[in-house]
């Protein structure tokens, strides 16, 4: 595994699947890690288990949909960890439904966390990382935002506006070496996968070359990579972990 010795980060959607293990993996490699999430219960668990492992962690309630809370989430870190190199823009929520039957409120949810919320997240990060001219964003995006999906166009609009935006900010900050990439699984076992029939999971394995769900400790590996030294030079990138899903 890389090596983040000293290195801060903060993750977004902590509570459960990808963020929680991608949590979990970056205190292995060393870095402390904020966790933020809404549901204080499961962050103060994955706190006791990252500390009981010898790792270091925060638990910070935050919902990254409103911006104050964002902001004050982002003071506490900073507060306790006096920088932050890391920045892990995961969470996420759904509302699925045909976009001919979709109610406004739906829409707006989802592009208000999911996209909107990492550019809020985005924001308060690039105040300290340019000062230190040095940092690493990374934005979960996901194969729908590159191949489409049935019954989820919020979804699939605010993934893919998240690759939109990650090559963006990528130029927008190149020259302060922070570095901004996405990652893009493929349909990988967690609780937002669990809730699907298991004929469409195993319809969805036959499609992947790799015959199986990827897991989330898949897609936490990449991340680690792209949190990395070994990364520097590597931005506005979109890493595919969908197990042969879908090849760009």
């Not at 990439?181 to 298991?198: C, E, Q, R, W, Y």
Request: net charge positive; with cysteine.
């Amino acid at each position: 595994m890389f090596s983040l010795k000293d290195k801060v980060a903060l993750v977004t959607g902590a509570s459960q699947g990808i963020g929680r293990d991608t949590a979990m993996a970056l205190a292995e490699a060393g870095a402390k890690v904020a966790v933020a999430a809404r549901n204080e219960e499961k962050l103060a668990a994955l706190v006791g288990e990252i500390v009981a492992a010898a790792g270091i962690a925060l638990a910070v309630k935050m919902d990254v949909a409103d911006a104050e809370q964002v902001k004050a989430g982002f003071k506490q870190v900073i507060e306790k960890f006096g920088r932050l190199d890391i920045l892990v823009n995961n969470a996420a929520i759904t509302r699925d439904g045909l976009s001919m039957r979709m109610k406004a409120d739906d829409w707006d949810a989802v592009i208000r966390t999911n996209l909107t919320g990492a550019h809020l997240c985005i924001q308060q990060a690039l105040g300290t990382m340019m000062r230190a001219r040095a940092g690493r964003i990374i934005n979960i995006a996901s194969i729908v935002a590159q191949m489409g999906n049935a019954g989820q166009a919020n979804y699939v609009a605010a993934k893919a506006g998240l690759i939109g935006l990650t090559k963006a900010i990528a130029i927008e900050i190149a020259s302060r070496n922070v570095t901004v990439n996405a990652v893009a699984p493929g349909f990988i076992k967690t609780p937002m996968t669990d809730v699907l029939p298991d004929k469409v999971k195993e319809e969805l394995n036959t499609r992947v070359p790799l015959g199986r769900m990827g897991s989330a400790r898949d897609v936490a590996a990449a991340i680690v990579f792209l949190a990395s030294d070994e990364a520097g030079y590597i931005t506005g990138h979109v890493l595919d972990v969908n197990g042969g899903m879908y090849l760009a």
